[in-house]
């Protein structure tokens, strides 16, 4: 089992810098992907970037340019550095470790979430 917590939303003006920060206690495989979702109510949640375990990124193209996903392997952290807020960034942020098992099955580990408000 994979516990995740999440810490680092808040309430930031428009153009404003915020990073997000997440913690896995239990068992990170090197084959896992950690990452970062948002949710709005009402929404699906969505992805917002993945960072495997080499360093590789990935980013849904509303964020590219001005999110950056971090991840440090020795203490089971990732980060989200997240600049030029807009006001449709607000959300909840969850962390999530996706680990693919043998047999194609697939299992995502959820934190609480974090909200983010971008507000002037």
């Known amino acids: 089992q994979v516990q995740l917590v999440e810490s680092g939303g808040g309430l930031v003006q428009p153009g404003g810098s915020l990073r997000l920060s997440c913690v896995a206690s239990g068992n990170i495989f090197s084959s896992d992907v950690m990452g970062w979702y948002r949710q709005v109510a009402g929404k699906q949640r969505e992805i917002v970037a993945q960072v495997y375990s080499d360093g590789t990124t990935w980013y849904e193209s509303d964020v590219t340019g001005r999110f950056t996903i971090s991840r440090d392997n020795a203490k089971n952290t990732v980060s989200l550095q997240s600049d030029s807020l807009k006001p449709e960034d607000s959300a909840v942020y969850y962390c999530?470790?996706?680990?693919?098992?043998?047999?194609?099955?697939?299992?995502?580990?959820w934190g609480q979430g974090t909200q983010v408000t971008v507000s002037s």
């Open positions: 999530n470790v996706w680990r693919r098992l043998d047999g194609g099955i697939n299992v995502n580990f």
